[in-house]
């Protein structure tokens, strides 16, 4: 599975193993983003953000899943 997201304008990804395991899926992606980008650490809402994507694409069956950008305001969960 590919997570891609970007933070400002500059684009990443992050490839996951295969897995229908939405805890190790979360866990990997968030610890593979926040020790590549150290600012969003204090993004309290990052976690809820990884897990709704990729709960998402787990539920489409999708093997990409683009989880916009993290560095934004509007990348707060329900704004």
């Known amino acids: 599975m590919i997570v891609k997201y970007s933070i400002s304008e500059s684009s990443y990804t ?15 992606a968030e610890d593979r983003i926040r020790e590549n980008h150290p600012e969003l650490a204090r993004r309290e809402f990052l976690t809820e953000r990884i897990a709704d994507g990729l709960l998402n694409g787990l539920a489409a ?14 990348a707060r969960p329900g704004i």
């Open 14 to 28: 992050v490839e996951l193993p295969d897995s229908d395991d939405l805890a190790v899926l979360c866990a990997q």
């Open 61 to 74: 069956d999708a093997t990409e899943i683009d989880l916009g950008d993290l560095a934004a305001a509007s």
